[in-house]
């Protein structure tokens, strides 16, 4: 994980934790895919084809509108 939150309680459960290098994090931003996602815009081209499929698998686009609508601001999920 990338992230320091995630990182701790995982550490503090004893769980291994790798932060794996970013790879083209300019183009592969979650705050901008998630964006794009809420607002309708295309964002399959900022991530790896195998990506957009598993995203499309689980209803990805569904789960964040959904979370979105339950915080009742859409800039939460971001």
Do not use: K
């Amino acid at each position: 994980s990338g992230n320091p939150l995630v990182i701790r309680l995982f550490e503090e459960e004893g769980i291994p934790v790798e932060t794996p290098a970013m790879y083209e994090r300019a183009s592969h931003s979650g705050t901008e895919i998630r964006r794009r996602i809420l607002a309708g815009d295309p964002w399959e081209s900022l991530v790896p084809p195998a990506v957009v499929q598993v995203i499309r698998e689980i209803d990805g686009a569904g789960r964040i509108r959904q979370i979105a609508r339950s915080d009742g601001d859409s800039h939460e999920v971001l």
